[in-house]
């Protein structure tokens, strides 16, 4: 019974995601994530405006000490905010040369002695690593192996069963930055959703991608809240490790995209097991019909 053995393949997963996060491999890439800042709400947004396929951002030196990579010449920096922290009054919460200016009459403790606070923010300079060139920065393998068959083309023929409309992009027109697949809604006239990957030489791991993004254009469509982005993208790979298995594709890669959203708690696949077969189940059976 397919459903049973769908249960199997994701306790299967579950117990990859522990190995994968125990790994060397793994820790070295989280030691490598923890030095990059996280942003505000704010910057994001302002990052995403300069640069929408920004991955990872930092300063200039920033990259230089931390990273062993350097920005290339010519690359314009993307602008955000940086706090400006200070000694500050306890009473009007200025620096002290503001606070000199002010009609502000505090003068229990004199300037040298109030503590450091958050007086301002000043326009600042960072560049996303695609603008940078030097030490590679540690890459999980994530990808899918294997025999995959006629899988792409199969994948590309259900995409109006499935109500998605689909382009396979060669790699030198590619415009979503690191991303291998992206899933957007065309226009509220065109209501299917576009999935878009980019073409690569190992079809095992372009036949992953496509499920991974069919997955979305099937759950999370109509979705836009990023406090469930992980949970996504648990969700996708899941179905994309799934269905790659029952063509006999290695997949065990899967474990360590999950590692990567899902640090806490590899329980979430399983809590959300329900979705994650339907959608699973569904291509299978729309593939199965275009043999």
């Known amino acids: ?42 910057n994001t947004l302002l990052i995403k405006r300069q640069c929408p396929e920004a991955t990872r951002v930092a300063g200039y030196r920033t990259w230089q000490e931390e990273f062993d990579r350097h920005v290339k010449e010519g690359e314009s920096a993307i602008w955000i905010w940086a706090p400006i922290i200070a000694k500050q009054c ?38 996303d690593v695609s603008q940078t060139e030097g030490e590679p920065l540690p890459d999980l393998a994530t990808e ?46 065109d209501v299917q959703p576009l999935v878009e990957v980019r073409d690569r030489e190992n079809e095992a791991d372009l036949a992953r991608t496509l499920i991974h993004e069919y997955a979305h254009a099937l759950l999370h469509f ?43 708690d590899p329980e979430v696949v399983r809590e959300r097991l329900g979705r994650i077969s339907r959608t699973a189940e569904e291509l299978i059976d729309v593939l199965d019909d275009e043999f």
């Open 1 to 42: 019974e397919m459903n049973s053995t769908i249960e199997q393949w994701i306790d299967d997963l579950v117990a990859g995601v522990d190995d994968a996060q125990a790994s060397a491999e793994f820790q070295e890439w989280l030691d490598v994530q923890s030095r990059f800042h996280d942003y505000s709400y704010r």
């Open 90 to 127: 306890p009473e009007c919460e200025n620096s002290p040369s503001y606070h000199e200016d002010s009609d502000c009459e505090y003068d229990e403790t004199p300037p040298e002695e109030w503590s450091e606070g958050l007086v301002g923010f000043k326009p600042a300079p960072v560049f």
């Open 144 to 189: 899918a192996t294997g025999d995959a068959g006629d899988l792409v083309e199969q994948l590309t023929g259900a995409a109006d069963d499935l109500g998605v409309t689909v382009r396979i992009v060669p790699a030198e027109e590619w415009t979503h930055g690191e991303a291998k697949g992206i899933c957007e809604q065309l226009s509220l006239v």
């Open 222 to 264: 109509d979705v836009d809240d990023d406090t469930e982005r992980a949970k996504r993208e648990v969700e996708a790979e899941a179905v994309a490790y799934v269905v790659g298995r029952y063509w006999g594709l290695d997949t065990s890669g899967s474990a360590f995209y999950l590692a990567a959203w899902e640090s806490d």
